[in-house]
């Protein structure tokens, strides 16, 4: 993958580039100057903005067009036209790296706060969990040791986080999702994100 991503530098999208450069020293000036206010959804916010002020879709800039308003289907995953052993290799290879991650970071918050961890437990949930993904069109399901970090820094202590948040993006996907597209409210026209 490095070496294919060191020949591939030459075709480079030098706008896309420049807006994703700046939008990290963005975020990393709030957070040296301005720590506390939500700097990825400012970010965001702003990005969707310039963008659709400077016309940067006529530059190159990828923008991630209209977004579905509406609860996915449940759907029969098709199998990608490749030979069954790239298959099974390239889900054995999502599952270990998957399930070793999501037990790392379980392991982790359990010495933290001195309770045990029940790997099989931890197994059958992530299996479940990637089963209802698969069936809904969604992406491997694995937890994570970077995010478990920012909750229990933000003072998470159990699973009713997590079911908010999941209730948020289910209201944000169902109401807010076509603000991500179109605006109402600003008088830029069509905005995109």
């Known amino acids: 993958m490095l070496v294919g991503s060191i020949k591939a530098l030459p075709e480079t999208s030098i706008p896309t580039l420049i ?17 506390k206010l939500p700097r990825t959804i400012i970010v965001v916010v702003l990005g969707i903005i310039i963008s659709d002020i400077l016309g940067l879709e006529n530059y ?7 977004i579905p308003t509406s609860l996915p289907s449940i759907v029969w995953p098709s199998l990608p036209p490749v030979g069954l052993s790239s298959l099974i290799l390239g889900s054995l290879a999502v599952l270990f790296i998957g399930f070793s991650e999501s037990l790392a970071a379980a392991k982790q918050e359990g010495s933290k706060y001195d309770y045990e961890i029940d790997a099989s437990k931890e197994m059958v949930a992530q299996g479940m969990a990637n089963a209802a993904s ?13 995010k478990t970090a920012v909750a229990d820094i933000a003072g998470q202590k159990t699973q009713l986080t997590s079911l ?3 209730g948020l993006i289910l209201l944000t996907i169902l109401f807010l999702a076509e603000f991500f597209t179109y605006s109402l409210s600003l008088p830029l026209g069509r905005l995109h994100a």
């Not at 807006?19 to 720590?35: D, H, Q, Y």
Request: charged share 10%; aromatic share 8%.
């Open 164 to 166: 908010i948040s999941a």
């Open 60 to 66: 190159g800039v990828s923008i991630v067009g209209p």
């Open 19 to 35: 807006v994703g450069v700046l939008s990290i020293v963005l975020m990393l000036l709030f957070r040296r100057f301005l720590p």
């Open 134 to 146: 698969g069936l809904l069109g969604g992406y491997a399901v694995e937890g994570s040791l970077s």
